[in-house]
């Protein structure tokens, strides 16, 4: 019988794919994007990243009691992630844009979408459904950010201190995968089964949508 994160990886697979065959990604990795384009994407970022915390914490409130082993893996995630925006407005700065400019402007339509689907699954439906957003964005950058980073440094010719967000979650990300496997092969009911893979194959969606904008 395969395991829960087995099912995840095939089940996926298609929306896995459509994702990476996103232009600006393909386009990324050969280091083929304008400083402006990077600029944009560090913005995105800021706007769905500086909400993690708060959804991680609404995940942990919303976990029904006989998920409560979930709260402890929860707080870990959070400890982790506690300041990581600002991390993106440090890049911004280092590639000559406007840190605070990027801190107060309207994200893109598909940014906003992307998060706001990400608050209704906690308090409308399942909140283990954020976990498929975990996986979307932490397997994506295990795979892709160290890559990206060095093809996009080499061809603007940006400092190191413009990628510490792409380069920190590239290792980082690695080991937060293997603790993401161990705890959602601990589901067993169906339903939040249901909901993890239901929400990865959105979150695939909606994410691409984001670098779609960019383009």
């Known amino acids: 019988m395969s395991s829960v994160y087995d099912r995840l990886i095939a089940e996926t697979e298609a929306s896995r794919k459509e994702f990476l065959a996103v232009p600006i990604l393909q386009k990324a990795l050969q280091g083929n994007v304008s400083r402006e ?3 944009s994407f560090l913005g995105q970022a800021y706007h769905h990243v500086r909400h993690t915390v708060p959804l991680l914490m609404g995940c942990g409130y919303r976990l029904p009691d006989r998920l409560n082993w979930l709260r402890t893996a929860l707080g870990a995630y959070i400890e982790e992630e506690v300041g990581h925006e600002e991390w993106i407005l440090n890049d911004i700065h ?3 844009g406007a840190a605070e400019v990027a801190r107060a402007a309207v994200p893109f339509a598909a940014t906003e979408l992307m998060v706001a689907y990400a608050y209704d699954t906690i308090q409308r439906r399942n909140p283990i459904g954020l976990f498929g957003m975990i996986f979307v964005l932490e397997s994506t950058s295990a795979a892709l950010a160290t890559t ?6 080499g061809s603007l010719n940006l400092p190191e201190t413009a990628f510490r967000y792409l380069t920190s979650h590239g290792s980082l990300d690695q080991e937060h995968i293997q603790f993401f496997q161990a705890l959602v092969n601990r589901f067993d009911d169906p339903a939040d089964v249901d ?3 239901h929400c990865a194959k959105m979150f695939y969606r909606l994410y691409g949508d984001v670098f779609r904008s960019i383009s």
Do not use: D
């Open 37 to 39: 384009q990077y600029v």
């Open 94 to 96: 280092a590639c000559g």
């Open 148 to 153: 990206a980073a060095g093809a996009i440094q």
């Open 195 to 197: 909901a993890l893979l």
